[in-house]
């Protein structure tokens, strides 16, 4: 057997390695002109794109073989924020078969915060925000949000089941999803890929529920999200013959 050449470096956060391996991949870069001689191992797939972010410019050709978590991304921040906003006013509201009592502001202002709604309706969030903090306003009804755009005002429906919540989620998903193509689908291509991934899901599970019985109460079908989503993973493969080899510890393996 060949002698092995084992460095290890000492990182204080999973960034810090991140940044490091940045380092050393430009270093080894300039000795090894072709990229698919060397392979990253992740032993955590919530390192993928801190390591993305810190690779040299160098590293043209990059080809990611690695599932991530769906809990991970930014689809899934939004949809607790969007049940966070349905729930609070549920919970708030003394007549459940009448909700007068708007959304709260703190749940309103991390949705309309959200970089997928923010960048847009930027001027209208910016608007209403600037109106929630100046006015001091503690629940959004729907005065605050009648002069809103028909996407943006969408997200202040009211909505009482699992049946309402998907149809909800997948046209919000798509609305997102046509911002993105028309702009610049190679810069978003990622979020494309979450979009994508949580459309599927969201389409299985409204046939699914359709067919075993009524609607669930928004509770239990956070629950059932959330049993779902932290099992899952997306299955990111690509050309192993091409570019720097970023893998997971599964992938190892095979």
Not at 96 to 124: A, R, S, W
């Amino acid at each position: 057997l060949e002698d092995k050449n084992i460095t290890i470096i000492g990182a204080q956060s999973k960034v810090s390695q991140s940044k490091l391996l940045g380092i050393k991949l430009k270093e080894l870069s300039q000795n090894i002109p072709q990229e698919a001689k060397v392979a990253v191992n992740l032993p955590d797939e919530t390192l993928l794109f801190p390591t993305l972010n810190s690779l040299p410019d160098i590293i043209k050709k990059v080809n990611i073989t690695v599932g991530y978590p769906l809990q991970q991304t930014p689809v899934y921040t939004l949809l607790n924020f969007l049940i966070d906003m349905q729930i609070r006013r549920m919970n708030n509201a003394s007549d459940k078969n009448n909700i007068i009592q708007g959304f709260y502001f703190k749940d309103v202002l991390k949705t309309l915060n959200h970089p997928y709604i923010k960048v847009i309706f930027p001027d209208e969030i910016a608007t209403l925000i600037n109106r929630i903090k100046h006015e001091n306003i503690i629940y959004i009804t729907p005065n605050e949000t009648a002069n809103l755009s028909p996407d943006l005002k969408n997200i202040f429906s009211l909505i009482r089941n699992s049946q309402q919540f998907i149809e909800f989620f997948l046209g919000l998903l798509d609305v997102i999803r046509s911002y993105y193509l028309e702009n610049d689908s190679e810069l978003f291509s990622i979020d494309l890929e979450y979009i994508y991934h949580f459309y599927t899901l969201f389409s299985r599970l409204k046939d699914s529920l359709m067919a075993v019985g009524p609607p669930l109460d928004i509770d239990t079908f956070r629950q059932l999200l959330f049993d779902i989503v932290t099992t899952s993973r997306i299955p990111f493969t690509g050309e192993p013959l091409e570019g720097l080899q970023i893998m997971g510890m599964l992938e190892t393996q095979t």
